[in-house]
């Protein structure tokens, strides 16, 4: 069995662990993060019969998953990552959920594009949970304000991401997004990491994005 499977096994194990323990009826999909992975090392997995993938940027995407989902449309991408407006058409023709929309631009932009595609792309609204100026996401204050701006628009925002900030404990980043997710009755939350999804799982996180605790370290 090849290491990243192996891995895989071993954090659904520990998660249903965790579900046990605190008694959380909702099980978390694991977003395998396969970004600067070539598709021989991420194939394993997709045998394996794993479906939700992360990536971070648009065109490493677009030219390592374009044939993949031609013969395996099952496979769920997930764009982790910064999306620039000038890439937001070829987000939408490829992802499956966009993880990081954080403005009433590219809220637009995605709408406009998902138009004229006719294709409905889940979405979820990147919490700056931190308030930390060097990261996107939208202010907590703000939130509210996009939210609604992408309901308008008839964006399907289904949840909420957020990076909590590096050296500190996750868990209370992770309860106030629970209570935030609760506000505006979204079902769906992506947090946590290979360093903390365990404290993610236990604030309800629907949405895991473990990398290197499946794949190894990146080179």
């Known amino acids: 069995m090849e290491n990243s499977v192996q891995n895989l096994l071993d954090i659904e194990n520990k998660i249903k ?11 978390p999909k694991i977003i395998a993060v396969s970004k600067t992975f070539k598709i021989d090392k991420i194939k394993p997995l997709i045998e394996h019969g ?5 990536e971070n940027k648009v065109q490493e995407a ?15 991408l997930h764009l982790i990552g910064k999306l620039q407006t000038n890439k937001v058409k070829f987000a939408v023709k490829l992802f499956d959920y966009i993880h990081s929309v954080d403005s009433e631009k590219l809220a637009k932009k995605i709408s ?5 595609l006719n294709k409905k792309i889940k979405i979820l609204i990147q919490v700056n949970i931190g308030d ?17 701006y ?7 925002v289904i949840g909420l991401m957020c990076i909590p900030p590096e050296g500190r404990d996750s868990s209370d ?9 609760h506000k505006f009755n979204l079902s769906d939350l992506s947090m946590g990491m290979s360093g903390d999804y365990l404290k993610a799982v236990e604030n309800s996180g629907t949405f895991l994005r473990i990398g290197s605790s499946i794949f190894g370290q990146r080179a």
């Open 17 to 27: 662990i965790n579900l046990n323990n605190y008694k959380i009826s909702v099980s």
């Open 50 to 54: 794993h479906i939700d993938f992360g």
């Open 62 to 76: 677009v030219e390592k998953w374009s044939e993949v989902k031609k013969t395996k449309p099952h496979i769920k």
């Open 112 to 116: 406009d594009e998902s138009l004229k």
């Open 132 to 148: 930390e100026p060097q990261k996107s996401g939208v202010n907590k204050n703000e939130l509210s304000n996009l939210v609604n």
């Open 150 to 156: 992408c309901l308008k628009l008839k964006l399907e």
């Open 173 to 181: 980043y992770f309860k106030e997004m629970k209570d935030l997710s």
